[in-house]
């Protein structure tokens, strides 16, 4: 099993719908979470931080963290063809462990 | 900018011949990681360094070496690449390690002939 899952999609929404991306995890010690948005050929760039349990909102993008059921949870407001690109997350306490990445196509 | 830079973007070499990817940093961090990351999978960490202490993941092929002669550079050295050396490998960076945030390169796509 691995530590982290993704759903690899692609998911394809229209421009303006809310997106929600899933991951779930299996290693109870990771204490921090992070999504990274991946265009094309180009590094992750980090989106967002949450330490431990909880929601964290950034301008269209919300991140939200259930360490009781394990899952981690991306949502992403008013959705731009410019946010289709390849979504990360991963977990970590003493070291990050990434999943596969989930591939959003947002249709003008 | 502050940032993490990895030259070349892209490398073709020849099965078995030597090839040294480079990345530099201006965020003066104490940590850079090397990830190789294959298509539709997760990028997976081969080692990092700490300040100049090297930590070698368990199951990283010893066909890869690195090297940081000083705080800004990291070089990721293969000795013999295989066709499934092929991948994006990425270069990262963070403060202090642990939780703090890793901040990525643009990585370099290595294509083994």
């Known amino acids: 099993q691995k530590e982290v899952e993704q759903d690899p999609g692609p998911l394809s929404v229209p421009e303006g719908a809310i997106v929600s991306l899933n991951c779930t995890y299996s290693?109870?010690?990771?204490?921090?979470f992070m999504w990274y948005r991946q265009y094309s050929r180009k590094g992750p760039e980090l989106l967002m931080y949450?330490?431990?349990?909880g929601n964290k909102e950034d301008g269209r993008f919300t991140a939200q963290v259930d360490k009781s059921s394990k899952y981690i949870s991306l949502f992403i407001r008013d959705s731009q063809p410019s946010d289709s690109a390849t979504y990360l997350c991963?977990?970590?306490?003493?070291?990050?462990?990434f999943g596969t990445g989930t591939k959003l196509q947002v249709i003008p | 900018d502050a940032m993490v830079i990895q030259n070349p973007r892209y490398q073709v070499t020849q099965f078995g011949k030597p090839v040294t990817l480079s990345c530099s940093q201006t965020l003066n961090h104490n940590v850079m990681y090397w990830y190789q990351q294959k298509s539709s999978q997760a990028p997976k960490l081969l080692f990092h360094?700490?300040?100049?202490?090297?930590?070698n993941e368990a199951d990283t092929p010893d066909n890869f070496q690195s090297r940081r002669p000083n705080t800004s550079f990291c070089f990721l050295d293969i000795r013999s690449p295989g066709l499934g050396d092929a991948a994006m490998y990425l270069c990262?960076?963070?403060?202090?390690?642990?939780?703090?945030?890793?901040?990525f390169g643009p990585g370099t796509r290595l294509l083994v002939l």
């Open positions: 990262a960076t963070s403060r202090t390690g642990g939780e703090e945030t890793q901040y």
């Open positions: 949450t330490y431990s349990s």
């Open positions: 991963a977990g970590g306490y003493q070291k990050v462990t």
């Open positions: 360094y700490y300040d100049k202490d090297f930590n």
């Open positions: 290693n109870s010690a990771f204490q921090y």
